[in-house]
């Protein structure tokens, strides 16, 4: 049998602030097409793993593999535009339009010319249903349309993974549902997809694998249905009495 | 020989016109260059001092880059911590006496204030880049972006903005405090007025004369800036472009002036 390769290999992960050890020992693989939420309470260290992922923040300990290659022998340029990011707070060029915003990235960091890098915009603005605010600025938009086009923006760089840290946490619920569908929209568009959420209607009905984390260790990783109808671990059915 | 102070004012203003003239473009010019050029030295001081070292950097690029920062520190706390006047005096006089260089008054003037302001500069621009929200910069690196691009095209464009009134401020302050380069004898405003009250001994008509100019200078720069503020504020308005996708499309917001796109 061919095993399938994995985008994305975490190995035996580890994350220290000082003597505050965040991430334990990490250790997954993403695959294509996944859609993997991650969730656990909060200060588990969802968001320091995403983070680390992405080099946001450098991990004291372990290896990331992309696509069977250690990922910090790659090109930091090249291996973010393949794994992309998408902020609880947006953190949208505030300088730019909505439409510079998307085409920022494309050419500096891929060198795609403007017209290319427009056309490209332009593609996913309209599939989040932004393509009308082109000339918006960030400041002038809702939280849920900023979040939607932080979506574009990431998209536009054709990524392989997304990782998405709590999109939906720092929006009014009136827009929560929103940024959910187009999330949902793109799971089912085939996109590979790590998500931090604390939306455990996503989590169970959308994603294709779930994992809790608990004080920076994975405590289950497995199908959805399996997570939230049968928890192995008493602190996954503990924290799933809490939340739900 | 007038009895009035009106009388002495014109008779003055008569005599010394064109000098007074002259001092206000001195006066301007200098500030005008040394803000511009302060804010240069500024905006390369922050720039450097906010370049991140990683500590997996090799020791030599470590160090060099402590060192450099402290020399940039050493400038910084110098020239804000002593007055201008007598940096004047120092450079001017030292230049002279111990490399034999006798700088030309208005070049030497431009010289003083550029590097005087640059240090408050530095302090100004580096607040502007702390000010841009730090997730702005995550995000750029997170599509990718090196450190140089995300200052260049997402931090710098807006900490200049946000740090644009104080640059104006600078600049005024820059107007009035150009007064204390007269002890290198450089022709701007004070010291013009200095000379046109000598001859007759009017202190007072000439220096009133000299006040009123610089009055004029500041109020109409601090002015002028509030105006170019209000104008960076604009643009707040936009247009909606038409899409099938959003309920909302037919709706149309004229904008002031074109968005700017980077
Ligand atoms: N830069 C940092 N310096 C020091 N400690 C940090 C830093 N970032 C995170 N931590 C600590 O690491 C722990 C995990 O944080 P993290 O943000 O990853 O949790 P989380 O699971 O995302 O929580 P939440 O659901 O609240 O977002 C927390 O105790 C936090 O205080
Ligand atoms: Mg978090």
């Given at each position: ?83 992309g990011?998408v902020f609880?707070s947006f953190n949208l060029f505030a300088n730019m339009s909505v439409l510079a915003n998307c085409t920022a990235g494309q050419k500096l960091v891929l060198h795609r010319d403007g017209k290319e890098a427009e056309d490209k915009a332009l593609y996913f603005l309209s599939k989040v249903g932004m393509d009308a605010y082109r000339n918006a600025r960030p400041g002038q938009l809702s939280g849920g349309q900023k979040q939607r086009v932080a979506i574009a923006r990431a998209l536009a760089m054709d ?8 999109p939906?946490?720092a929006l009014d619920?009136?827009m929560?549902?929103e940024v959910?569908?187009v ?62 | ?131 841009v929200d730090?997730g702005q910069k995550?995000a750029a690196?997170a599509i990718?972006m090196?450190?140089?691009q995300s200052?260049l095209h997402v931090v710098l464009p807006q900490a200049v903005r946000n740090?644009m ?63 170019l503020e209000k104008k960076m504020d604009g643009g707040r308005n936009y247009t909606i472009c038409g899409s099938q996708s959003d309920s909302e499309a037919t709706i149309t917001i004229h904008p002031e002036g074109d968005v700017p796109n980077d």
């Amino acid at each position: 049998m061919i095993e399938k390769q994995s985008i994305l290999e975490i190995r035996h992960l580890k994350k220290d602030f000082g003597t505050h050890q965040v991430l334990k020992d990490i250790s997954f693989s993403v695959f294509g097409g996944d859609v993997i939420s991650i969730i656990g309470s909060s200060g588990s260290g969802k968001s320091t793993l995403l983070r680390c992922i992405n080099f946001l923040e450098e991990p004291t300990e372990g290896t990331i593999l992309y696509r069977g290659k250690d990922a910090e022998t790659l090109n930091r340029a090249e291996y973010h535009s393949k794994v992309g990011m998408v902020f609880q707070s947006f953190n949208l060029f505030a300088n730019m339009s909505v439409l510079a915003n998307c085409t920022a990235g494309q050419k500096l960091v891929l060198h795609r010319d403007g017209k290319e890098a427009e056309d490209k915009a332009l593609y996913f603005l309209s599939k989040v249903g932004m393509d009308a605010y082109r000339n918006a600025r960030p400041g002038q938009l809702s939280g849920g349309q900023k979040q939607r086009v932080a979506i574009a923006r990431a998209l536009a760089m054709d990524p392989e993974v997304l990782l998405f840290d709590e999109p939906t946490s720092a929006l009014d619920p009136e827009m929560v549902g929103e940024v959910l569908s187009v999330m949902r929209t793109l799971a089912e568009g085939g996109l590979t997809m790590l998500v931090v959420t604390h939306e455990m209607s996503f989590a169970r009905d959308v994603s294709s694998r779930v994992i809790f984390m608990d004080q920076g260790v994975i405590a289950e990783d497995g199908d959805p249905h399996e997570i939230f109808t049968a928890p192995k671990q008493p602190r996954t059915r503990e924290f799933l009495s809490r939340i739900l | 020989m007038p009895t009035t102070f009106w009388g002495w004012v014109s008779l003055l203003l008569e005599k010394y016109g064109p000098l007074f003239w002259n001092g206000t473009l001195y006066t301007m010019l200098i500030a005008i260059s040394g803000t511009v050029i302060g804010f240069i030295i500024g905006l390369l001081v922050a720039i450097v001092r906010t370049i991140p070292v990683s500590p997996k950097a090799s020791i030599v690029k470590r160090w060099g880059m402590k060192l450099i920062s402290f020399l940039l520190n050493v400038y910084i706390e110098v020239f804000r911590g002593t007055p201008m006047i007598v940096q004047a005096m120092v450079i001017y006089y030292g230049a002279m006496m111990y490399l034999g260089l006798r700088m030309q008054a208005l070049g030497a003037a431009i010289f003083i204030i550029s590097i005087n302001t640059g240090a408050y500069m530095a302090e100004i621009v580096r607040g502007g880049i702390i000010s841009v929200d730090k997730g702005q910069k995550e995000a750029a690196h997170a599509i990718g972006m090196t450190h140089w691009q995300s200052m260049l095209h997402v931090v710098l464009p807006q900490a200049v903005r946000n740090i644009m009134p104080s640059i104006g401020n600078e600049f005024v302050v820059n107007i009035k405090d150009s007064s204390v380069l007269n002890v290198i004898s450089v022709s701007e405003l004070f010291f013009i007025g200095k000379s046109a009250a000598g001859t007759y001994a009017r202190y007072f008509e000439a220096f009133f004369i000299i006040a009123a100019i610089y009055f004029v200078l500041t109020f109409t720069v601090t002015r002028l800036l509030r105006l170019l503020e209000k104008k960076m504020d604009g643009g707040r308005n936009y247009t909606i472009c038409g899409s099938q996708s959003d309920s909302e499309a037919t709706i149309t917001i004229h904008p002031e002036g074109d968005v700017p796109n980077d």
